[in-house]
């Protein structure tokens, strides 16, 4: 038999910590699987938005990658015997993707970046598989004589 450990005055308050079954009450289970459920629903949330945060800053290292690539391609296309002119008229003449991902293929972005980018874009936008799955893409811009050729979110 159980007994409790201060003094028990009634006989109603001796019989209750004498009877008292050890266990959890269905109020306290259901309280603890709400604090678990609440508890793995923010874990569910945290971990959704770290996957979305980390294709965006992906997407914006891809983005800074065409950029550099399209900056060497236009410095080696206007060096030498070429000029800024000739140079503007080649990129002009692309008007897809895959032609302006075409003019860096060669020396500017290595094969296998060419590659991501050439299967998942279309069109005139640009997109590699994180873009594809934050619902981003990337164009180039029209180059005039006024202008600089850049790599821009649509």
């Known amino acids: ?27 306290e ?3 603890v699987i709400a604090i678990i459920g609440v508890m793995s629903a923010l874990i569910i949330t945290t971990v959704s938005n770290a996957t979305a945060d980390a294709r965006r800053t992906l997407a914006y290292q891809q983005q800074v990658t065409l950029q550099d690539a399209l900056n060497a391609w236009i410095a080696a ?11 503007r008229s080649n990129y002009n003449a692309a008007s897809t993707a895959a032609a302006w991902l ?8 290595h094969s ?3 590659e991501h980018f050439i299967s998942n874009s279309s ?9 594809v799955k934050s619902g981003m893409s990337l164009r180039f811009t029209t180059w005039t004589a006024s202008t600089y050729p850049t790599v821009e979110w649509n």
């Open 102 to 109: 075409n003019l860096l293929s060669n020396n500017y972005l």
């Open 77 to 87: 296309q206007s060096s030498g015997t070429n000029t800024l002119a000739a140079a």
């Open 1 to 27: 038999m159980k007994h409790c450990l201060h003094q028990c005055t009634s006989r109603v308050t001796r019989w209750f910590f004498l009877c008292k079954k050890s266990g959890f009450t269905l109020i």
């Open 29 to 31: 289970l259901l309280l």
């Open 112 to 114: 296998s970046t060419y």
């Open 123 to 131: 069109g005139t936008q640009i997109k590699s598989e994180a873009m």
